[in-house]
């Protein structure tokens, strides 16, 4: 059985690899699926870990409605992948 996802939410902390590392290796799988860094680590927007992801999801989000703009813009990202084939 395959699945597939339009949004992965990825920890930079994960045990076997580095969140990063999984995003790129996701990209490559399914690359129309839209990746969102998840970490209370403090990044700047130039950080080389950031690269690989679409959006970022601070862990001490403020409020539903920013996850779901956060989700919004992916979907975006993702069904225009889709489309662009």
Not at 19 to 34: E, K, L, M
Not at 36 to 46: A, E, F, G, H, I
Not at 55 to 67: A, G, Q
Request: glycine share 2%; charged share 30%.
């Amino acid at each position: 059985m395959s699945e597939s996802f339009e949004i992965a939410l990825i920890d930079l902390s994960l045990p076997y690899v580095s969140g990063d590392q999984f995003a790129r290796r996701i990209r490559r799988r399914s690359p129309t699926v839209a990746t969102v860094l998840t970490t209370c680590w403090d990044l700047n927007d130039d950080d080389p870990r950031r690269v690989p992801f679409d959006d970022h999801i601070p862990k001490s989000l403020s409020s539903r409605e920013d996850l779901q703009n956060v989700v919004a813009r992916c979907l975006q990202v993702h069904d225009a992948r889709r489309l662009r084939g």
